[in-house]
C-alpha cells in the first residue's frame, strides 16, 4: 500500500527506544575497561560473566552521566531509585538476566522539542530515562546474512556485556500523522545533539553507541484506542530510522486493510531496502519476570549534588543553534540544512582550526555533504577531520588550491591518501602561479582561437570566458581562473566594464 494511502485510512502512533553506551572508562557493574577493539573476551571478569559468587558495584559516573541526561531531557530526577532484574534466556547474556531499571528509574516524565524541517516544534514527551548494562555479541558465522537463521555456529564475544547503557523511551507520540517518520528523525537527530553536548558519550550511531527501537502501531483514528505494535530493533542511523516508521506504516496499513492481524513482535531492519522482516513475538513486561535486584543497593541521589549537576549543564544543542546562526548570518532554512546533514560540531570545530565560517560551511555543506549522501552517512562520520578541511580552506585562501583543485584534495583525503597537502604534492595539484607558465599559456588560446580574441576587441568581452576555459584545459584545471581572464584581457589590450 503506497505511503499517502495508509495515512488516509489510518492514525500512527509511535513510541521511541533509544539506548545510548555512555563513554566511561569501566563497565556499569565491575571495572573491566570498555575500550572498543580488543580481542574478543580479553576484557571480562567474574562479574560481568555472572559467575557464581561474584557481586556488582555501581559505576558512579554512570549514575552521574544518566542524571545529566534526565536534566538535560526537562526529566525529574528521583529522590530514590533500584536496579531490577530482566530475565530471560539468550546466549549473548551470561547471566541470564540483565541488571536493569523497571518502576523506578533514575529520571521521568520529561520532554524534548524537535525542530521539523519547516521550522515547526514538535514536542516528544518522555516517559522515563533508565540505567542498565549492554549485552554481549553474537557473531553467527557459516549463513548468507549474518543472521542466526541459516548460521552454522555462534561466537559470542563477552567484551560488550556489562558496558553501561542508559535507555531513553518516549511516552507514545501522537499526532504526527503523515510527519511522523520525520518526527522519529529529527527527535533521535537532536537526542544525538543533547547527548554529544553532554559530553557522555559519543553517540556513534554507525559504531552502535546509540541505537533506536521504532515501535509502531496503527488506529482507525486520532480517537480510536491504540493498535498492536511492532519493534524494529536496533535502528543504526538517522536516515533508517525514517524510513523504518514509514515502512511499517504502510505495512501495518496493507495487513489491516487486507483483513489480517497484527502481531505484537520485534523486526530486523534491511539497510539494502529499507524493509523490515520479523524477529521472535515480542514479550510483555510481565513475562521478564522482573524484581529488585538484592546485589545492588538502592541510588538516592541528593538533591544538592542534582542541583548542582543541573548547574553545570552546557549550552542546550537548540539554544546553540540559535547563537551560532546569528554568528554566521544565516537563515534558518539553511541552519536547518546543516543540522540535518549532521554538520554543526564539525564546522564548528573548522572554525576553530582557523577557517572563517563561510568557507567552513561551503566545504561541509557542499563536497562532503554531497559524499555523506551517497554513502548514507551524516557528515561527521566521513574520515575527514574539522583540521584537515580548514588546511583546505587554507590552501584556497592562499592561492595555492582553486574550488576544483580543493575539492580533488577533499576527494583524496576521504580516499585514505594523506592529509592535504600530502595529497597536494603526491596528485601535483597546486595552482600554476608561475606568471611565465601562464602568460605562454594565454598566448597558446590567443593563438589558437583568433576569432574570438577578435570579438573581445571589438567589445564582447564576455567571449574572454572561452580563452579562459582553453588556458584552464592546457593547465589541467591548475590555473587560477581570475589571474588568467586579467592576463588575456591585457594581451587584448581590452578594460573589463
Not at 523504518?244 to 513482535?265: K, P, W
Amino acid at each position: 500500500m503506497s505511503y499517502e494511502d495508509a495515512l488516509a485510512s489510518f492514525d500512527p502512533v509511535m513510541g521511541l527506544e533509544v539506548h545510548v553506551e555512555l563513554g566511561t572508562r569501566t563497565k556499569m557493574f565491575c571495572g573491566c575497561s570498555t575500550e572498543l577493539g580488543a580481542e574478543p573476551n580479553s576484557q571480562t571478569c567474574p562479574t560481568c560473566l555472572g559467575l557464581p559468587g561474584s557481586l556488582p558495584v555501581v559505576n558512579a559516573i554512570g549514575v552521574e552521566s544518566a542524571i545529566k541526561i534526565g536534566l538535560a531531557l526537562n526529566c525529574e530526577i528521583a529522590e530514590w531509585c533500584r536496579f531490577a532484574r530482566k530475565n530471560y534466556f539468550y546466549p549473548d547474556m551470561p547471566k541470564n538476566f540483565q541488571t536493569s531499571q523497571y518502576d523506578e528509574p533514575i529520571a521521568f516524565n520529561g520532554f524534548l522539542d524537535v525542530q521539523l524541517e519547516d521550522g515547526e516544534i514538535f514536542r516528544v514527551e518522555i516517559e522515563r530515562a533508565h540505567m542498565e548494562e549492554d549485552t554481549g555479541k553474537s557473531l553467527h558465522v557459516g549463513g548468507a546474512t549474518g543472521r542466526i537463521h541459516g548460521a552454522s555456529h555462534s561466537l559470542l564475544d563477552y567484551n560488550r556485556a556489562g558496558i553501561p547503557l542508559i535507555e531513553i523511551v518516549t511516552k507514545p507520540i501522537e499526532g504526527a500523522g503523515a510527519r511522523a517518520p520525520e518526527v522519529a528523525k529529527a527527535y533521535v537527530a537532536e537526542l544525538r545533539e543533547v547527548i554529544k553536548a553532554l559530553g557522555v558519550s559519543e553517540a556513534r550511531m554507525d559504531k552502535g553507541q546509540m541505537r533506536c527501537d521504532v515501535n509502531l502501531s496503527l488506529r482507525p483514528s486520532p480517537e480510536a484506542p491504540f493498535g498492536t505494535r511492532s519493534e524494529t530493533k536496533n535502528v543504526n542511523s538517522l536516515r533508517s530510522v525514517e524510513r523504518a516508521a514509514r515502512f511499517e506504516i504502510q505495512r501495518h496499513a496493507a495487513v489491516l486493510t487486507s483483513g489480517g492481524s497484527i502481531v505484537q513482535e520485534t523486526r530486523h531492519f534491511h539497510e539494502e531496502d529499507g524493509s523490515t522482516t520479523a524477529g521472535r513475538i515480542k514479550d510483555n513486561a510481565e513475562d521478564y519476570r522482573y524484581f529488585p535486584e538484592p546485589d545492588l543497593v538502592p541510588v538516592a541521589p541528593a538533591r544538592a549534588w542534582v542541583e548542582e549537576l543541573r548547574g553545570g549543564l552546557p549550552e542546550m544543542p537548540r539554544v546553540r543553534r540559535n547563537r551560532l546562526r546569528e554568528d554566521w548570518g544565516v537563515t534558518e532554512h539553511d541552519m536547518q540544512s546543516i543540522l540535518n546533514a549532521g554538520a554543526v560540531d564539525s564546522i564548528v570545530a573548522t572554525i576553530e582550526a582557523g577557517a572563517d565560517s563561510a568557507a567552513a560551511r561551503k566545504w561541509w555543506m557542499g563536497e562532503l555533504a554531497r559524499n555523506a549522501n551517497e554513502q548514507g552517512v551524516v557528515v561527521d562520520e566521513l574520515p575527514i577531520t574539522p583540521a584537515q578541511v580548514a588546511r583546505v580552506a587554507a590552501l584556497v585562501a592562499a592561492g595555492e588550491l582553486n574550488d576544483k583543485l580543493a575539492r580533488q584534495v577533499l576527494e583524496g583525503v576521504l580516499a585514505g591518501e594523506g592529509g592535504p597537502d600530502e595529497v597536494v604534492e603526491k596528485r601535483g595539484l597546486k595552482v600554476v602561479s608561475d606568471e611565465g607558465a601562464l602568460g605562454a599559456a594565454v598566448d597558446e588560446a590567443i593563438a589558437g582561437n583568433a576569432a574570438i580574441a577578435d570579438k573581445i576587441r571589438g567589445g564582447k568581452v564576455a567571449a574572454v570566458g572561452a580563452l579562459v576555459g582553453a588556458v584552464m584545459k592546457t593547465t589541467r584545471g591548475q590555473a587560477d581562473a581570475a589571474r588568467v581572464k586579467e592576463l588575456i584581457l591585457e594581451r587584448l589590450g581590452v578594460t573589463e566594464g
